[in-house]
């Protein structure tokens, strides 16, 4: 029975370091699937286009004409009249100096900005099926642990009967027993439910069949966490999609002010005219024309502080991102930090002894020098602390996967 037990503690897997095998490739192809991934890697590269077009000159106009009189269709009076003719006009509008490249400045952070918010989708889309895998691992290995102790209460029924049989036990104990067996029955059927629905939350992320298998590997290593709070802060700061995003959008109307106050500077319009006179030298002309601001009144004054009251909302929401996302951090941090203490603890210390206390408990039982409830409760304090393992082991991973998706760190193994 000693050796029993002490097989029982071991393939419960509380010092196995076996990695876990096919989570990669779960996000793989989580990564290539999800429409929303998609949707918004193509709307950046559709918002990649637009710096050229907004800061490329406007089309230029072409105006041929002919002019006669006296003949109204077109090409009668030509060699006839002397006033006919036939001519060409092209006309360029040139925004003021700079317009153009703030347009295009303005056009390019917005890109930048369309490029943090995919990855943001990016990080969710990870962090979503990291912590549907963790779920799915949990249920397994607490099904695997109700099983193991359930086959072992079902040895304390055996021992039960045959103390009775000798008289040396009462029959509550065995009775005792059976409804022990029972209430792990009763836990099985609500873990194995959770493993299923942990499975069909993997494959819905997946875009596949909702009863494809999943594997989880058997064991996963204990994370461990190198970072301080701080480090992580400063890693969030430099990497985290919200705080990249909010940044290109302050930037996008720092530019947006610069081009509203360039709108008070009037925009100018070249003219160039040729004309073909049968019986008179060609002639040739040149115009320049220059819109002027005259209503800035009611139009550019409106736009510049619109353009500054969007700008000091920016600057606002980029205040507020950062002060969340101190909170954000610490309390996964925290969590974190706690769980790693926890499992050292239960790992090294409470599950080890605990089952020690079992085995002895067991071979007193034996010879009559320990009661069955005794017995019952070392049992149940094994049960206990190694499932706690397990529902830490998984709160901490999915405390570490939060911890990636807001800094962008590669933190788990």
């Known amino acids: 029975m000693r050796s029993s037990l002490l097989g029982l503690a071991l393939a419960s897997g509380l010092w196995a370091q076996t990695d876990r095998a096919d989570l990669q490739d779960l996000l793989a192809e989580a990564l290539n699937n999800n429409p929303e991934i998609v949707a918004a890697q193509k709307r950046y590269e559709a918002s990649r286009q637009r710096p050229t077009q907004v800061s490329s000159l406007p089309d230029p106009m072409m ?137 069909v939350r993997i494959n819905t992320l997946l875009y596949r069949p909702p009863d494809t298998p999943v594997e989880v ?26 705080v990249r995003m909010n940044r290109k959008e302050i930037e996008r109307d720092e530019y947006g002010v610069a081009l509203a106050k360039k709108s008070f500077y009037p925009d100018f319009e070249a003219q160039f005219s040729y004309f073909n006179r049968t019986d008179l030298p060609e002639m040739y002309g040149l115009m320049f024309k220059a819109k002027v601001p005259l209503y800035f009144w009611r139009k550019q004054r409106p736009e510049l502080e619109s353009a500054t009251s969007s700008l000091m909302e920016q600057r606002r929401l980029y205040e507020s991102t950062l002060s969340n996302l101190y909170f954000k951090l610490k309390d996964p941090f925290l969590k974190a930090t706690t769980d790693a203490n926890l499992l050292e603890l239960y790992g090294n210390a409470i599950v080890p002894q605990s089952t020690l206390a079992l085995e002895s408990s067991i071979s007193s039982y034996r010879v009559g020098t320990v009661d069955f409830l005794s017995l019952l409760s070392n049992w149940q304090t094994v049960l206990e602390y190694e499932m706690k393992y397990y529902e830490v082991l998984a709160d901490n991973y999915r405390a570490f996967v939060t911890l990636e998706s807001l800094t962008g760190e590669k933190l788990t193994p």
Do not use: H
């Not at 889309?125 to 949990?138: G, H, N, Q």
């Not at 027993?177 to 029972?182: D, K, N, R």
């Not at 590997?217 to 969030?236: N, V």
């Open 63 to 199: 105006s041929p004409s002919y002019n006669s009189s006296g003949r109204p269709w077109p090409g009668a009076g030509l060699g006839t009249e002397v006033t006919s003719n036939i001519g060409l006009m092209v006309s360029q509008e040139i925004p003021f100096p700079g317009k153009l490249s703030l347009q295009g400045q303005i056009a390019s952070a917005e890109a930048d900005a369309e490029l943090w918010r995919y990855e943001e989708v990016r990080r969710e889309a990870v962090a979503e099926m990291k912590t549907a895998y963790y779920d799915l691992f949990l249920a397994e290995k607490l099904t695997e642990v109700v099983e193991k102790s359930k086959a072992l209460l079902q040895q304390f029924v055996e021992i039960s009967e045959s103390v009775y049989k000798v008289g040396k036990g009462a029959q509550q104990d065995v009775l005792k027993a059976q409804v022990e067996v029972s209430r792990l029955l009763d836990r099985l059927t609500v873990l194995r439910s959770e493993r299923e629905s942990a499975q």
């Open 217 to 242: 590997p058997s064991e996963i290593s204990r994370p461990k966490l190198a970072c301080t709070l701080d480090q992580l802060y400063q890693k969030a700061e430099e990497n985290n999609p919200r």
